[in-house]
């Protein structure tokens, strides 16, 4: 991993454990350096340091792989390593979002990829900060995907994995 191009990931606000994990297992296949935890997202560990079933096993060991950390405010993560340099993309469906398939990434840009609430998505204060909003385009009538199958297929689509 050394020398590669810094891939993080913040996810807010996930209700599921088994999204939780589902994208903890996709993050490590995709060679994510880290994934930050804020809101009420579960993380892989309780408060009390004993595992969390659901997450662990719907992750299959990317939750021991993948660095993680939880953080009270997203927003200061996100000025953090916007200021060191890091591109913030959000995956939200919004009216400024880009299809994700005609986004360009440089690969040597260091990049943090954000992933909001199964139901509600991000809120205004963190797409707003976003540098680009990706979105998948939808052809059915729900108009939406699993979050934890949105962020797979975003993100080794735009890292060219």
């Not at 591109?87 to 690969?107: P, T």
């Not at 699993?146 to 962020?151: A, E, I, K, M, R």
């Amino acid at each position: 991993m050394e020398g590669m191009r810094q891939i993080y990931i913040l996810l807010h606000n996930i209700r599921s454990v088994h999204n939780v994990g589902s994208i903890f297992r996709t993050a490590d296949a995709a060679g994510v350096s880290q994934i930050f935890l804020s809101g009420y997202t579960p993380a892989p560990l309780d408060r009390f340091g004993r595992e969390v079933k659901g997450l662990s096993k719907t992750a299959l060991g990317g939750e021991l792989s993948v660095k993680w950390e939880q953080v009270k405010s997203p927003i200061a993560l996100i000025n953090r390593l916007k200021k060191s340099g890091v591109r913030i993309i959000g995956i939200e469906q919004d009216r400024r979002s880009l299809d994700y398939k005609k986004m360009k990434i440089n690969k040597r840009q260091p990049v943090l990829f954000i992933v909001g609430n199964e139901v509600d998505g991000m809120p205004k204060n963190i797409l707003q900060k976003c540098d680009t909003i990706a979105e998948i385009p939808m052809k059915g009538k729900k108009e939406s995907l699993n979050v934890g199958v949105s962020f797979g297929i975003a993100v080794f689509r735009m890292l060219n994995i």
